[in-house]
C-alpha cells in the first residue's frame, strides 16, 4: 500500500510538469487548430536558459528561473513570428503549419548541438533542494518533487484564472471559439496569438527548469515532451482542463507501469495510449465533439 | 569524390525515394500526412532481414515479403485510424511510427536497441534503380485510373466525394496500405545497404524527414518527389563537412520552403515529354501575347 | 407511394432543432420544391437524405428501402446525388476531370487492371471519357473544358457541380439553391436546363430555391418549411394561397 502511494504521489509530480508542457500544446491549438511541435524545442531551450543563467551568470535561483521563463516566451513569440505569421497571412492548410513547426523543432534541437559552447553532452543543474527527502510516515516525498509539484500548480491556477476571468482571457475563449466571428466582433486576433505564446512559451520555460532539475538537460528531451504532448491528446487538443487531466494521468499510468512492470515500458505506454485514445474517444477527455457544416 | 561515393549517395536517394513515392501517392494525391511512415520502413526492414537471414531467402522475395509485413501492419492501422479527421489521423501515425521504434527497442530477439548487424549487403545502385523504375510504372498507371483519379477526389474535396459515391474510406485505405508496402520494402533495401538495423534508424526524424520530400517536391507530383529525393538526400551528404551545422541549416530551409514556396519545386505539375512541349509552346505564346505567367503557373 | 419518403424526420443539434418531424413525398419524376425563410432547416435536410448527417428520429425510404443513416458513398450509390449550396467542386482539377472523376461508376476494372493497363481498363476507360466528353457538351461547357474548376464564373461553377452530379446517373437529384447569386437572365436559362436535363436523363428533382420564379415556374409540388417544421404542401397555387405561408414566408418577402 505504501508503495502504491509512493507511486501514486511521483506520478502526480511528474503529471504536474507534463501539465505545463501540454497546456503550451493545448493553448496553441485551441486557437489555431494544429500541433505546434516546435513547443518541445522551446521547453528544451527554457532548460538551457535557467541551467546558464544559474552556473554561468549565477543568477539567484528565483530570478533564474524567472528569465528562463520570459527568454522562452520571447523565443516562443519569435518562432510564431518567423514560422507560422506567412502562413496565417496566406490561410495555408494546418500542414503546413506542422511541418514549419517540425522545421522550428529540428531547427532548435540541433542549434544547441552545434553551438560549441552547448554542445550534444548532459549537464546537470546544480543543487538547489537537497536531496534528503521529507517523511511523513511511510511516505517520503523529494523536496524537488514537491517543489515541481506547487510550482506547476500555481501556474496552471493563474493560467485557469487568467483564462476565466481576465478579460483578455475572454477574448480568447472567444477567439478559440470561433476565430473569423470574434475578429468580425472586434477582437483583436493578432494579439491573441502574441498572448497565447507568450503565456504558452512562458510556461514551457518553467517546464524546462523543472524538468531539468530533476533530470538532466540534453538536445533531445524531445522524448519527453511529445509525451506532454500526447497527454493534451489524451485529455483532449485544445482544452485547458483536459491537458491538465490528461497529464496527470499519464504522469501515474507511467510511474505504475514502470513500477510494477519495468522501467523499460514507460515510454512505450505513452504511446500505446495515445494509439488507443485515438481509436476509442479521438476527442480525448475533455474535447468535444462537433457534426462539421455541410 | 569517386564513381563509388556518387553511386552511394544515389543508391541512398533511391531507397528513400521508395518510401517517398509512396508517401507521394498517399499526401501528394490522396492528402493524407502521415509522421510515422519511418515505423513501415522499420517493420519492413526487420521483415526482410528475417527472410535473408533466418530463412535464408533471395533478396528480391525478401523485400517482397518485407512489404507485404509493413502492407498489413498498416491495414490494421488504418482500419482503426483512417476515420479520425485531419490533425488526428497525422498524431495516431505519430504515435504509431514512435511505438515501432520503441517495441524493436525492447525486443532483445533483433538486438534491440544496440541493433541487428550482420545483414548481407545486398542492396547495390542496380536493383535500387530496377524497383524504382517498378515503383514508378505502377504508381503512375494507377494514378492514371478511376481509382487514381477516387484518390484525387478525396484529396480535393472529401464531401463531394462521397456524394459522387467515391468509398472514401477505402480510398484511404488502399492508399495507406500502397505507401506502407513501398516503405516496406524501402526498408529492406536500407538493411542491406548499412548491413544492420538500428530502431533509432527510424525515428521521428525520420518520418518527417520523407514527408518534408514530398512536399519539398511538390504535393500531387511524381516527378517533383523524384526530384525532391534526389536533392534533399544529396544535399545532406555533400554538406557532411558542415556536419552539425547541417541540419540546423536543414530545419531553416524546411521553414523557408513552407513560407515561401508551399507548392514545392513542382508544384502539382509533371516532368513529362508532352508537359515540356506544352511548357515551350507557353513560353513562345507569352512572349507573343505576353500574357501572365507560363506553365508551372495556372 | 412516392420514390422518396421522409418519415418523422427531426434532426436535432444540441438543443436547436434543426428540422422537426418532418413527412413528405417525392413522386417519381416530379419536379418538387423546397422553400422556407433562412436557417428553415432546408439544407438540412438535404444532408440527412444523402447521410452526411446522422437522423436523430425518423427514416427515409427511397425507391421502396430504407436508406436511414446509410453511408454517403452507399446512398449516392442506390441513385440520390446532390449540389451544394456552398459549391463545393474538385477545385484544382480541371472542369473535364471532375466530370471524368463522377463517371467513374461506369467502369468497373480493377487496380491491377489499371496498373498492368489490361484490356479492360482501356475499353472501359475509353467509354468514360466518351461519357464526360457528351456530359460537358450537354451541360454546355465544352468551350471550357479544360480550365481549372475554382477559375470559373460562379454561374458555370454551379452549372459544373450539375454536370458532375449526373455523371452518376442518379434516379433523384437534389438541387440546393442552384440559382443562387445568378442574374435574372441565368436564372431563366437555368431552369430551361433543369427541365432539359429531367426529361432526357428521366430524373426526379428536389430544389431548393429562394427564387420564387423559378420555384413556382417549373415546381408541380411544393413544400414549406419553417423553423423546422413542415407548414404547408402542394401545388405552387396551393402553396401561393395558403395563409400560414404568406405570413411567415411570402409576406415578409
Ligand atoms: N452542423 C451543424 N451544427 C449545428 N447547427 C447546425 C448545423 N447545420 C445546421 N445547423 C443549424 O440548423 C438550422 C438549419 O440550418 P439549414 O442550413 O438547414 O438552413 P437552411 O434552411 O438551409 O437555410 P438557408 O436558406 O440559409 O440555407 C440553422 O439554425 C443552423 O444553424
Ligand atoms: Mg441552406
Redesign the pocket.
Known amino acids: 500500500m505504501t508503495q502504491f502511494f509512493q507511486q501514486l504521489i511521483n506520478g502526480i509530480s511528474i503529471g504536474s510538469v507534463y501539465a505545463l508542457m501540454a497546456v503550451g500544446y493545448s493553448l496553441v491549438y485551441s486557437i489555431m487548430n494544429f500541433s505546434n511541435f516546435a513547443h518541445g524545442g522551446v521547453i528544451m531551450f527554457g532548460a538551457y536558459f535557467g541551467f546558464f543563467f544559474l552556473t554561468l551568470l549565477r543568477f539567484p535561483f528565483p530570478l533564474a528561473f524567472l528569465s528562463a521563463a520570459i527568454c522562452s516566451a520571447i523565443l516562443a513569440l519569435i518562432i510564431e513570428r518567423v514560422a507560422y505569421k506567412p502562413l496565417r497571412e496566406r490561410k495555408a492548410p494546418f500542414l503546413y503549419f506542422i511541418i514549419s513547426a517540425m522545421g522550428a523543432s529540428i531547427f532548435l534541437e540541433n542549434l544547441v548541438i552545434a553551438i560549441p559552447a552547448i554542445g550534444p553532452t548532459f549537464r546537470t543543474y546544480p543543487e538547489i533542494f537537497n536531496k534528503q527527502p521529507i517523511k511523513i510516515g511511510e511516505l517520503a516525498m523529494g523536496k524537488l518533487d514537491i517543489a515541481m509539484f506547487l510550482i506547476s500548480a500555481i501556474c496552471l491556477i493563474v493560467l485557469i484564472y487568467i483564462i476565466d476571468h481576465t478579460k483578455i482571457g475572454k477574448a480568447i475563449q472567444a477567439t478559440s471559439y470561433n476565430i473569423k466571428a470574434s475578429a468580425l466582433m472586434g477582437v483583436n486576433t493578432d494579439f491573441i496569438l502574441v498572448t497565447i505564446f507568450l503565456m504558452g512559451g512562458f510556461l514551457a520555460g518553467i517546464a524546462g527548469v523543472l524538468f531539468g532539475m530533476k533530470y538532466t538537460v540534453y538536445p533531445q528531451i524531445g522524448i519527453i515532451t511529445n509525451k506532454s504532448f500526447i497527454a493534451a491528446v489524451f485529455g483532449g487538443l485544445g482544452s485547458l482542463p483536459g491537458a491538465v487531466i490528461g497529464s496527470v494521468l499519464l504522469g501515474i499510468i507511467e510511474t505504475f507501469t514502470a513500477g510494477y512492470f519495468s522501467s523499460q515500458y514507460r515510454d512505450l505506454i505513452a504511446f500505446v495510449l495515445l494509439i488507443t485514445v485515438l481509436v476509442v474517444r479521438p476527442m480525448g477527455l475533455m474535447g468535444k465533439v ?5 | 569524390m569517386g564513381n563509388e561515393y556518387i553511386l552511394g549517395i544515389f543508391t541512398l536517394a533511391g531507397i528513400n525515394l521508395m518510401t517517398v513515392l509512396g508517401l507521394s501517392l498517399l499526401t501528394g494525391f490522396t492528402g493524407l500526412f502521415s509522421f510515422g511512415h519511418a515505423g513501415f520502413m522499420a517493420i519492413g526492414g526487420y521483415a526482410t532481414a528475417l527472410m535473408t537471414l533466418n530463412f535464408h531467402w533471395p533478396f528480391i522475395p525478401s523485400l517482397m515479403v518485407g512489404g507485404l509485413a509493413a502492407a498489413l501492419v498498416s491495414a490494421v492501422l488504418g482500419k482503426v485510424t483512417l476515420k479520425l479527421k485531419g490533425d488526428y489521423f497525422c498524431i495516431a501515425t505519430l504515435g504509431f511510427g514512435e511505438a515501432v521504434r520503441l517495441i524493436l527497442d525492447n525486443v532483445q530477439t533483433f538486438g534491440g536497441a544496440r541493433g541487428w548487424p550482420g545483414i548481407p549487403h545486398y542492396t547495390n545502385f542496380w536493383n535500387v534503380l530496377g524497383i524504382n523504375i517498378v515503383a514508378i510504372i505502377i504508381l503512375a498507371n494507377l494514378i492514371h485510373s478511376r481509382h487514381g483519379r477516387n484518390m484525387i477526389a478525396v484529396r480535393e474535396e472529401e464531401l463531394a466525394s462521397q456524394i459522387v459515391g467515391i468509398n472514401v474510406f477505402k480510398y484511404k485505405m488502399i492508399s495507406l496500405v500502397i505507401s506502407a508496402a513501398y516503405a516496406g520494402i524501402a526498408g529492406g533495401m536500407m538493411g542491406h545497404y548499412m548491413t544492420f538495423l538500428q530502431p533509432k534508424m527510424f525515428s521521428l526524424v525520420k518520418s518527417t524527414e520523407l514527408t518534408i520530400i514530398v512536399i519539398f517536391g511538390g504535393l500531387g507530383s511524381i516527378s517533383g518527389s523524384v526530384l525532391g529525393a534526389l536533392v534533399l538526400t544529396s544535399l545532406p551528404e555533400i554538406l557532411r563537412a558542415f556536419s552539425s551545422w547541417r541540419l540546423v541549416f536543414y530545419g531553416l530551409a524546411v521553414i523557408f520552403i513552407m513560407i515561401s514556396r508551399p507548392e514545392g519545386l513542382m508544384g502539382g505539375y509533371e516532368l513529362t515529354p508532352s508537359s515540356m512541349k506544352r511548357l515551350y509552346r507557353n513560353i513562345v505564346s507569352k512572349r507573343s501575347k505576353a500574357v501572365h505567367s507560363a506553365g508551372g503557373d495556372k | 407511394m412516392g420514390i422518396l419518403e421522409l418519415h418523422g424526420l427531426t434532426k436535432t ?2 438543443g ?1 432543432t ?2 422537426g418531424d418532418v413527412n413528405f413525398n417525392v413522386e417519381k419524376d416530379s419536379i418538387s420544391g423546397l422553400i ?10 438535404f ?1 440527412l437524405i444523402t447521410g452526411v ?1 446522422k437522423v436523430t428520429s425518423g427514416k427515409i425510404i427511397f425507391d421502396g428501402k430504407d436508406i436511414t443513416n446509410k453511408e454517403p458513398y452507399l446512398i449516392a450509390e442506390s441513385g440520390i446525388t446532390r449540389t451544394f ?1 456552398n459549391i463545393r467542386l474538385f477545385k484544382k482539377l480541371t472542369v473535364y476531370e471532375n466530370v471524368l472523376t463522377a463517371c467513374h461508376y461506369n467502369a468497373n476494372y480493377s487496380i491491377f487492371d489499371s496498373v498492368l493497363r489490361l484490356p479492360k481498363f482501356r475499353k472501359q476507360e475509353k467509354k468514360l471519357t466518351e461519357q464526360a466528353a457528351e456530359l460537358i457538351e450537354i451541360m454546355g461547357l465544352e468551350s471550357r473544358k479544360d480550365l481549372i474548376a475554382n477559375n470559373l464564373p460562379y454561374g458555370l461553377q454551379r452549372r459544373l457541380e450539375i454536370a458532375r452530379a449526373l455523371a452518376l446517373m442518379p434516379k433523384l437529384l437534389l438541387l ?2 442552384p440559382a443562387a447569386g445568378m442574374n435574372p437572365d441565368e436564372t431563366e436559362q437555368l431552369m430551361k436546363l433543369i427541365s432539359e436535363i429531367r426529361k432526357r436523363f428521366n430524373l426526379t428533382i428536389l430544389i ?1 430555391e ?1 427564387h420564387m420564379d423559378l420555384i413556382m415556374g417549373i415546381c408541380e409540388n411544393i413544400m414549406v ?1 419553417n423553423f ?1 417544421c413542415k407548414l404547408a404542401e402542394g401545388t405552387p397555387t396551393d402553396v401561393q394561397n395558403d395563409k400560414s405561408v404568406i405570413e411567415a414566408y411570402l409576406g415578409v418577402e
Request: hydrophobic content about 30%.
Open positions: 462537433t457534426e462539421d457544416k455541410a | 443539434f444540441g436547436l434543426a428540422v422556407g425563410p433562412n436557417g428553415a432547416g432546408k439544407t438540412t435536410i444532408n448527417y449550396q440546393d439553391e431548393i429562394h418549411l423546422g
